[in-house]
């Protein structure tokens, strides 16, 4: 059986969106990287030295309070970049970030991306409009956190987190989503099996199936809707989503147990 091949830069929507002049441009200069389950990408304070283009991976970034606990804000896929600080002024980030499903990234060096900021171009623009959706993110995951249920926040998380994959499949334990959600464990688990209850997914021996996308988008909170509509106007360039229809094509989170770190 023949290897799988590596992931092409293009795989991330707003690399794929650029004019092949600014390709030409950068693309000798990714690096792709493995990103394992929980690395730290990102850590409070410490210097960015590359932007990270994901491909195939999911990142959470997480405030984390004094007395350890943490809570994430947004999450980054293949729709976007992670590093947007870089950008803004800043040379490091006061929230955390962490690998929330494995997969790969190509990264750019920090002098590269502001080489062709100062073109004032099209990749500007594009992060600009990224950025305006990663606030509407945060700000309505702050709303969500403190107005719904677990279970809407769950679904909430769940189909931000697949609209962000180029396949449909998750992997991380039951107490990192707790950890994503700022919730206890027992919460997720009373959450994941009320889902179960009602079938929308099928949950054994900490693998969920949906089974029911619509049903899920339905028993969300409007904060999922408020994102998405959001998403879609600021990206133009990002594929429709499309309802599952098809048995093969049903999305699949699998809660492992397991930890890695990967060096900012």
Known sequence: MSPKPPPHPRQNHLLAALSPEVQDRLFPYLELVALPLRALMYESGRPMRHVYFPTDAIVSLQYVME?????????????????????????SSPSRSVVQSAGH??????????????????LLLLMLRYTQALITQVAQTAVCN?????DQQLCRWLLLSLDRLSNN?????????ANML???????????????QLGVI??????IKVLDRPQLEALSCECYGVVKK???????????????????????VTLPTGNAVLAA
């Open 67 to 91: 007395n350890g606990a943490s809570t994430a804000i947004l999450v980054v896929g293949n729709e976007g970049l992670l590093g947007i600080t870089l950008f803004m002024g800043g040379e």
């Open 105 to 122: 990234a190509y990264r750019l060096p920090r002098s590269r991306v502001k080489e062709e900021f100062k073109r004032h171009g099209e």
């Open 146 to 150: 403190r107005h719904h249920a677990i």
């Open 169 to 177: 499949h998750l992997t991380m334990t039951q107490e990192f989503i």
């Open 182 to 196: 700022g919730v206890r464990r027992e919460g997720v688990t009373q959450a994941a099996l009320k889902l179960q």
């Open 202 to 207: 099928s949950y054994s021996r900490g693998l």
């Open 230 to 252: 959001e998403t879609d106007v600021l990206l133009h360039y990002m594929p429709q989503r499309q309802v599952i229809k098809d048995a093969s094509a049903i999305p699949t």
